[in-house]
């Protein structure tokens, strides 16, 4: 399974953004994912994790209320919405994935495939 994230760019601070992570394969259905963030200079952080049910997304607390995780199994894709951004939403996002239901993968260390990452940039 390959993942690719799109979908970044810069937006002003208050502006939203919809990040995609396409996966390859037939098993979309079967990954539990995750968003994870790498802002300059910083370690990477958690951000929001979704199992197979689309109505299970867990949030960083930074981030809930302004951000919605979710997933189309029929197009193989992921999304984070983000809506109210802060400049202190900029950073690089990846998207993740492993086989099995989870609804809290919120490690590193849980994921098992990783995409390459998208550059958000909020400007003040």
């Known amino acids: 399974v390959q993942l690719q994230a799109s979908g970044g760019g810069l937006v002003q601070a208050g502006g939203s953004l919809r990040l995609s992570c396409a996966s390859s394969g037939r098993t979309f259905s079967k990954l539990s994912m995750g968003w994870f963030r790498q802002a300059p200079g910083k370690e990477r952080e958690f951000v929001a994790s979704i199992a197979w049910d689309p109505s299970s997304g867990y949030y960083a607390a930074s981030v809930k209320g302004r951000f919605t995780i979710s997933r189309d199994n029929a197009k193989n894709t992921m999304y984070l919405q983000m809506n109210s951004l802060k400049p202190e939403d900029t950073a690089v996002y990846y998207c993740?994935?492993?086989?099995?239901?989870?609804?809290?993968?919120?490690?590193?260390?849980?994921?098992?495939?990783w995409g390459q990452g998208t550059l958000v940039t909020v400007s003040s």
């Open positions: 993740a994935a492993r086989y099995g239901n989870y609804y809290l993968l919120a490690r590193e260390e849980e994921y098992a495939m």
